[in-house]
Nanobody
Framework: QVQLVESGGGLVQPGGSLRLSCAAS????????IYWYRQAPGKERELVAA????????HYANSVKGRFTISRDNAKNTVYLQMNNLKPEDTAVYYC???????WGQGTQVTVSS
């Protein structure tokens, strides 16, 4: 079964950290770029970070540069999103996406609040 499964979301105080995971199955994970998106209530889904397949080059939204780090472990078929110095405006459902396979995960909720 071709799928992406996110985990690692939760409630964290401003300034805190979380690490999200996106586990892939059913396809040759190492051959595909993986993107992290987020969607806050009442807002459009936005691209947060992306990592390429071949050279693991990365791209970040301006709003998360210097705070978030995307990485991948092809041996574990997993992409990570390390989120540091979280802000209330980072509150959203976070989704991973493989555009080359046109598949999305189910999402994981991140809430940043004191």
């Amino acid at each position: 079964q071709v799928q992406l499964v996110e985990s690692g979301g939760g409630l964290v105080q401003p300034g805190g950290s979380l690490r999200l995971s996106c586990a892939a199955s059913g396809f040759t994970f190492s051959s595909y770029a993986i993107y992290w998106y987020r969607q806050a209530p009442g807002k459009e889904r936005e691209l947060v970070a992306a990592i390429a397949s071949i050279d693991s080059s990365t791209h970040y939204a301006n709003s998360v540069k210097g705070r978030f780090t995307i990485s991948r472990d092809n041996a574990k078929n997993t992409v990570y999103l390390q989120m540091n110095n979280l802000k209330p405006e980072d509150t959203a459902v976070y989704y991973c996406h493989a555009p080359g396979k046109n598949i999305w995960g189910q999402g994981t909720q991140v809430t940043v609040s004191s």
